[in-house]
């Protein structure tokens, strides 16, 4: 087996052919003119041609050496290109599929504004949304995901990098034709409700020990769950058709509940906040950045939207139910 050539080799020799003389080269790369004498000497032996001549005072290229001067020269800007930091890049001439993980409703509220930022500011972007079935973190820690959205807890990986992209809190819906949906709810009238609650892993059990439930269990109540489901999006559909009430977060769900009445909870349950979470080797990818402060920017934008900002009314629907 041959021996791997010195690739240090080829930026010398673009320096050689550019400048054309041995101290050129050699105050080009910073070098002495001995060194850069020793490198001419290796770079004949490796080619086997003797590449620059000397003619008078000055130094000529061999047919060879104009030969390797493209090339050369061509190899040397992709050498430093890949050794460089990335720049910005031609958002407009990517192309690439990324894949975005989130709960039911988010794609529903904020996906529009970014499918229509894509459509013209990366049209060669294509999204891929992936349902968030489970809480772990995995396929984001195996690259199959580029950003995910939700709620940090104890159970995210610590070496994820996030973002928080908006605070939110929770209401409760139920149908227009609701025997309760006249006016906002009391604390009695809510736990007198038959709900829909949500959770997305198998450990039921924690899951009702969540913010809601809490908050309600300082203050001597507990809810009557009578259904579990999976996801936001199923806990509005049997709200919708039912008389079950689904309590799920305001922003988050916005348009899954338009045609809901939708109300603040009678009792004081913390926010949360939103975040979204990517694996360090995305970091410092432009095209991944720029997803990033899009997705900020959409989410910022879409709450400052959101109508019915009063504290016992947080949808349109909700108008229709006074």
Excluded at 63 to 86: F, G, H, K, N
Excluded at 120 to 146: I, M, S, W, Y
Excluded at 153 to 162: A, V
Excluded at 263 to 279: D, E, K, N
Aim: aromatic share 4%.
């Amino acid at each position: 087996m041959s021996a791997r050539p010195d690739y240090n080799l080829l930026i010398t020799l673009d320096a050689l052919l550019k400048e054309g003389s041995v101290l050129g080269a050699a105050n080009r790369l910073q070098l002495s003119p001995s060194a850069m004498s020793r490198s001419l000497a290796r770079l004949r032996e490796t080619t086997g041609d003797p590449l620059l001549v000397r003619t008078g005072r000055k130094l000529v290229p061999t047919p060879r050496a104009v030969e390797l001067s493209q090339i050369t020269a061509q190899l040397v800007d992709e050498i430093e290109a890949a050794l460089s930091p990335r720049q910005d890049i031609d958002l407009k001439s990517v192309s690439r599929v990324f894949t975005l993980r989130s709960s039911d409703g988010f794609v529903e509220t904020f996906g529009p504004k970014l499918i229509a930022r894509l459509a013209t500011e990366a049209p060669g972007v294509q999204l891929r949304f992936v349902q968030k079935e489970a809480d772990n973190n995995r396929p984001l820690r195996d690259g199959n995901v580029d950003i995910e959205t939700g709620v940090i807890s104890e159970n995210t990986d610590p070496n994820f990098q996030s973002q928080a992209l908006l605070k939110d809190h929770f209401v409760y819906a139920m149908r227009p034709g609701h025997p309760c949906a006249a006016s906002p709810l009391t604390t009695a009238q809510y736990v007198s409700c038959e709900h829909v609650d949500v959770a997305r892993h198998a450990d039921v059990d924690n899951q009702r020990r969540g913010p809601i439930n809490a908050a309600l269990a300082d203050l001597g109540h507990q809810s009557r769950v009578k259904v579990v489901v999976g996801g936001f999006a199923a806990a509005l559909s049997l709200a919708r058709c039912t008389d079950l009430v689904a309590t799920v977060p305001a922003h988050h769900t916005r348009n899954l509940r338009r045609d809901l009445c939708s109300h603040a909870l009678p009792f004081a349950v913390p926010g949360i906040t939103v975040s979204m979470l990517w694996h360090p080797r995305f970091d410092a990818d432009p095209l991944h950045r720029w997803m990033r402060a899009t997705l900020r920017e959409i989410c910022a934008q879409t709450t400052q939207e959101a109508p019915g900002r009063s504290p016992d009314m947080t949808s349109d629907a909700a108008v229709k139910c006074r």
